[in-house]
């Protein structure tokens, strides 16, 4: 079974996407209990200043990130109420060059009351589906899972070779032997 502590991919965008597993009757929602431990995982890829949002803007954030990210693996034009919600989300916390001692950085600015979090979650959603990397986005070849991945080998077919990779390699193995 999968969980917060295997997910597949290096993306923020794929990671919050990856938190409801669908292929599961009914889905299953690993914030339920993991929201907190979620954005504690994905600490190394959120800006500076970036505190955990509510379950429920997480939530909220996510359904749309998976909307578009499913609609770009499908090679279809995504839902406009979810194109709007990463748009929002993105807009919501604007961005700045701040020059340093060591050159520039990005400055994200959350005083008007947007989440930093959401904002780069919602911002990785937008250079995925729309850069270089668009085309290595796909969904795990396992018939019972769900999840979706950045594949930096085009031959990658399952989200964790670990778990789904071995599971279908195995049950291939035992019907060879039947």
Same mark, same amino acid.
Not at 14 to 23: C, E, G
Not at 54 to 60: I, M, V
Not at 81 to 86: G, H, L, Q, Y
Not at 137 to 153: P, Q
């Given at each position: 079974?999968?969980?917060?502590?295997?997910?597949?991919?290096?993306?923020?965008?794929?990671?919050?996407?990856? &938190?409801?597993?669908?292929?599961?009757?009914?889905?299953?929602?690993?914030?339920?209990?993991?929201?907190?431990?979620? /954005?504690? &995982?994905?600490?190394?890829?959120?800006?500076?200043?970036?505190?955990?949002?509510?379950?429920?803007?997480?939530?909220?954030?996510?359904?749309?990130?998976?909307?578009?990210?499913?609609?770009?693996?499908?090679?279809?034009?995504?839902?406009? /109420?979810?194109?709007?919600?990463?748009?929002?989300?993105?807009?919501?916390?604007?961005?700045?060059?701040?020059?340093?001692?060591?050159?520039?950085?990005?400055? /994200?600015?959350?005083?008007?009351?947007?989440?930093?979090?959401?904002?780069?979650?919602?911002?990785?959603?937008?250079?995925?589906?729309?850069?270089?990397?668009?085309?290595?986005?796909?969904?795990?070849?396992?018939?019972?899972?769900?999840?979706?991945?950045?594949?930096?080998?085009?031959?990658?077919? /399952?989200? &964790?070779?670990?778990?789904?990779?071995?599971?279908?390699?195995?049950?291939?193995?035992?019907?060879?032997?039947?």
């Amino acid at each position: 079974m999968l969980d917060l502590d295997s997910l597949p991919g290096d993306d923020l965008a794929v990671n919050l996407a990856d &938190t409801v597993l669908l292929a599961a009757s009914p889905s299953i929602d690993l914030l339920d209990d993991g929201h907190d431990w979620f /954005w504690a &995982t994905q600490a190394s890829r959120l800006p500076k200043g970036a505190r955990p949002p509510s379950a429920e803007q997480t939530r909220r954030l996510r359904s749309a990130v998976r909307e578009v990210l499913e609609a770009a693996v499908a090679a279809r034009e995504p839902e406009a /109420w979810a194109v709007e919600r990463v748009n929002a989300a993105a807009a919501a916390v604007p961005v700045s060059p701040r020059l340093t001692a060591r050159g520039a950085e990005t400055t /994200w600015h959350s005083e008007d009351g947007g989440e930093i979090a959401l904002a780069a979650a919602a911002v990785a959603a937008i250079d995925l589906v729309s850069g270089p990397r668009a085309n290595l986005l796909k969904r795990c070849g396992a018939h019972d899972c769900s999840m979706l991945f950045v594949a930096a080998n085009s031959r990658r077919v /399952w989200c &964790t070779p670990s778990l789904c990779g071995n599971r279908v390699r195995v049950a291939r193995h035992a019907k060879k032997e039947n």
